[in-house]
Every structure is written in C-alpha cells, then in structure tokens.
C-alpha cells in the first residue's frame, strides 16, 4: 500500500495536537485509501484533537464514504494533569477538566473536511454496544490500559468487514513500554491469534491487519 495526502492536508496533519508521527500517518492513510474502495465507513477511536482524522477524513472524501470517530473528550490516563502526556491547552478553564472536542472541531473547520467527519461523543463500549454496521476500517488509538484496549477490540474488530483493515496504534512490544505500549501490543497479539486477520505491514508503532478470516469471537460478559 503506498499513498499520499494532498499537500494541504499534509500540512494540516503536521500543524494539529496530536501524537502521531508523519510516517505512521501515511501508513494509516494509505490503509484508509484502501479501505474505502469497499465502500464502507471508517471507524476510529481515539479521536483526540483530530490529528489522524484529518488523514482518515481525506480518504474517506476520495471514496465517497464517511468516517465515524469516537471519543469522551476527556483525555485518556496519560494525558490527564500530572502525566507527560498532558497539555494545559486541552483543559476547559471554567470546569478544570480536559475537554479536547473544541479543538477538534477547529482542526476537522481549518481543513474544511468537517462533511466527512460523525463525531461520536461517548465512551467506545457504549457505543459499540448499539453499533450494528459492517465497517471498512477501524483504527484502534484510545485508551493504553488492558481494560480500555481490550474493549475497544472487542466491541470493534468484529464489525471490520472482510477484506478490510483492523489498525493498531502505539504497538510496542518491549515490556519497558508496559503503560504505552504494552497493551495495545496484547491486543495486536489477539488479533493475530484470533485467525480473523492478517498482518499487512508495520511501521514503528502503527500495524496494519486485513480481515481476511471469520470475525473473531469476543467474550460473553455477565451483567
């Protein structure tokens, strides 16, 4: 897979709050191009200030499709007061919490891609609950603990239409990276292991998995 945004979108990615690094971008964009031949919308979850929804945004314009991107807005464990991963700007002044839709909503209006973009304000298990649809792509970039990315791939992976793509951010295989990394790793490691999906390429910390096996089975849950 090999792709390339439009300069201006390029630029938009660059300039935008965000963690990702310009050459996972072009992997994960690359992917989305793909995904959209099928058709089908994209999915993230982890929207954060919109930063790879612009890459996602700019692929599902070129195919006709639309991308949904979960997100609560309140920032993920890393990214709360006290952590590395913190910005002051990301937090409402008059309620002292983070709240990163605003900002978002101002990357997806400077890149004049807000008519491909459903923005999903809740937490993802809510919302897979009740979703219901086959999806083209979904890229999994929210919450690094066990409990967060393990329901994300639970509540998400199933609905990856065959053919299309599961992607992993932030895969980090060394145990050092435990809080970072590790978590997402596991889940990457279950969906190898599910038999659903095959690895298509790895760029530092950004997999790419086609579905090219029966959705995989997620664990029954007592209430």
């Known amino acids: 897979m090999s792709a390339a945004p439009a300069p201006d979108v390029q630029a938009a990615f660059e300039a935008a709050k965000g963690f990702m690094p310009p050459h996972e971008g072009l992997a994960l964009y690359a992917a989305a191009v793909e995904a959209g ?10 929207t954060y200030c919109g930063r790879s929804t612009l ?20 920032g993920s464990e890393e990214q709360q007061p006290g952590w590395d ?38 937490r993802s298990p809510q919302i897979a609950a009740v979703w219901n649809a086959p999806v083209g792509l979904v ?44 978590a997402p790793y596991r889940v990457y490691l279950r969906a190898l292991e599910s038999g659903a999906f095959t690895e298509v390429s790895a760029t530092d910390s950004l997999r790419v998995l086609r579905r090219t096996g029966p959705a995989p089975a997620t664990p029954v849950r007592s209430h």
């Open 85 to 122: 991963y913190h910005d002051p700007e990301t937090v409402d002044a008059e309620l002292g919490v983070m709240d990163t839709l605003p900002l978002f909503r101002r990357t997806l209006r400077r890149a004049e891609l807000e008519e491909y973009v459903v923005a999903l304000v809740g």
């Open 55 to 74: 890459l996602l945004a700019e692929a599902a314009r070129l195919s006709g499709v639309s991308v949904f991107t979960v997100d609560h807005h309140r």
């Open 37 to 46: 031949g099928l058709g089908l919308p994209l999915l993230e979850i982890g």
């Open 139 to 182: 890229f999994i970039d929210g919450g690094h603990t066990d409990e967060h990315a393990g329901a994300d791939y639970e509540g998400w992976a199933p609905h990856v239409a065959e053919g299309g793509f599961l992607v992993i951010h932030d895969v980090f295989p060394d145990p050092a990276d435990e809080f970072t990394g590790q």
